[in-house]
T-cell receptor
Framework: QKEVEQDPGPLSVPEGAIVSLNCTYS??????FMWYRQYSRKGPELLMY????GNKEDGRFTAQVDKSSKYISLFIRDSQPSDSATYLC???????????FGGGTRVLVKP | GAGVSQTPSNKVTEKGKYVELRCDPI?????LYWYRQSLGQGPEFLIY????????DSGLPNDRFFAVRPEGSVSTLKIQRTERGDSAMYLC??????????????FGPGTRLTVL
């Protein structure tokens, strides 16, 4: 079983809808959580970084972390066709340095 | 400013050949990471450099894989006796290295390796 699980999708939504993404993890040693966006044939780009349970908002993006449930979420409000990409959750253990990624969820926002 | 660059962008080779993949990190970044991403999967950690030394190489799959960073800047990932299973996107990332847990890792565009 993978340490970080993420539904591969694809997730198809109409423009303007809220996109809801999530990951679960099994190891409580993970303490720092990130969401990356990856366009086709490009490198991942950091969207959000959080290290405490609760919500963090940045523009149209909201990241949620629930350490007790080992569950993290990303919400994208007012989705645009340009948001169509693969979204990767990633996390780091408290004593570590390397990112452990989920498998990514492919999102398609239709005009 | 310039981001992380990787060359070549694409590399096609034959089974058994040797390949080198190059990464130029963001200027001043002391930490450098290599990841491998298979199609439809998330990136998987290979190796982490802090300065010139490999601080963590636990992700290298076997002794055919080796990476160097002799001057603490450019890094080269070397793969000997390539196998078809080595085909993947190889991603490089760099960070300031000042606070490993809080550093943002900035990724390059990757090198797509195809082993025929």
């Amino acid at each position: 079983q993978k340490e970080v699980e993420q539904d591969p999708g694809p997730l198809s939504v109409p423009e303007g809808a809220i996109v809801s993404l999530n990951c679960t993890y099994s190891n409580s040693a993970f303490q720092y959580f990130m969401w990356y966006r990856q366009y086709s044939r490009k490198g991942p780009e950091l969207l959000m970084y959080t290290y405490s349970s609760g919500n963090k908002e940045d523009g149209r993006f909201t990241a949620q972390v629930d350490k007790s449930s080992k569950y993290i979420s990303l919400f994208i409000r007012d989705s645009q066709p340009s948001d169509s990409a693969t979204y990767l959750c990633a996390m780091i253990k408290a004593a570590g340095n390397k990112l452990t990624f989920g498998g990514g969820t492919r999102v398609l926002v239709k005009p | 400013g310039a981001g992380v660059s990787q060359t070549p962008s694409n590399k096609v080779t034959e089974k058994g050949k040797y390949v080198e993949l190059r990464c130029d990190p963001i200027s001043g970044h002391t930490a450098l990471y290599w990841y491998r991403q298979s199609l439809g999967q998330g990136p998987e950690f290979l190796i982490y450099f802090q300065g010139t030394g490999a601080a963590d190489d636990s992700g290298l799959p076997n002794d055919r894989f080796f990476a160097v960073r002799p001057e603490g800047s450019v890094s080269t990932l070397k793969i000997q006796r390539t196998e078809r299973g080595d085909s993947a996107m190889y991603l490089c990332a760099s960070s300031t290295g000042t606070s490993v847990l809080r550093d943002t890792q900035y990724f390059g565009p990757g090198t797509r390796l195809t082993v025929l």
